[in-house]
């Protein structure tokens, strides 16, 4: 139990490096050096592959709205759209993609999301994910797990991914309910614009390149 303790007040690097990363690429390293600044941390740059106190994160989350004036959920959804879209994160794109081959097959894979991205980078666990589809092309995410606030970055995510797709979808995030955040999607047109396409042949000479 004590290990079982231990562990849930860490929390993998990458999520720390990737907020860093989001700040520095969008908004300069002087809004990163000043939100570090502000939150007080022992730390002013993460590693993506080391354990950081979980603390850390709302601390650094707020201190990033205050220096960027931006709320905390809107930094959050354009962090999970920036993972998306810039090309230094091309292997999050993949790891969607692989979710299946339209944007509606990908909400239905949602559920193995953080399986799969254990795969991918072992240690780092996600909020579990539950995806509901109670009418046709309408579905709920309950999103349950830290870090608080993984809801938004998902809405930025998948509102990247249904571009990505060609797709026209709405998301919100509709709050808190019984301890998940709750993400409504409806799927207005499958076909509203042109799918950028993947190939599994062409990732992988990427990756050999």
């Known amino acids: ?8 007040h860490v929390m ?3 999520i720390f490096r990737t907020l860093e990363a989001f700040v520095s690429d969008v908004f300069g390293a002087d809004c990163w050096a000043r939100a570090v600044g502000l939150s007080d941390l022992p730390v002013t740059s993460f590693e993506a592959m080391l354990q950081y106190d979980a603390g850390y994160f709302p601390k650094l989350l707020a201190a990033c709205a205050e220096v960027l004036d931006r709320p905390e959920s809107v930094i959050l959804e354009d962090l999970g759209a920036y993972l998306i879209t810039h090309q230094n994160h091309a292997s999050v794109r993949r790891l969607m993609r692989f979710g299946g081959e339209t944007f509606s097959e990908l909400l239905h894979s949602l559920d193995d999301l953080p399986g799969r991205t254990r795969l991918a980078v072992s240690g780092l666990d996600l909020p579990q994910v539950h995806v509901r589809e109670p009418i046709s092309q309408s579905f709920i995410i309950d999103c349950r797990g830290e870090p608080a606030g993984f809801g938004h970055a998902l809405v930025g995510l998948l509102r990247a991914m249904a571009d990505d797709y060609g797709t026209l979808a709405v998301l919100d995030h509709r ?3 019984n301890g998940s955040e709750v993400i409504e999607v409806i799927v207005v ?9 993947f190939s599994l042949g062409g990732a992988a000479m990427a990756e050999g390149a």
Request: proline share 0%.
């Open 1 to 8: 139990m004590m290990r079982a303790e231990q562990e849930a």
């Open 12 to 14: 993998h690097g990458l």
């Open 189 to 197: 047109e499958t076909a509203f614009g042109a799918d950028r396409g």
């Open 175 to 177: 709050g808190i309910r």
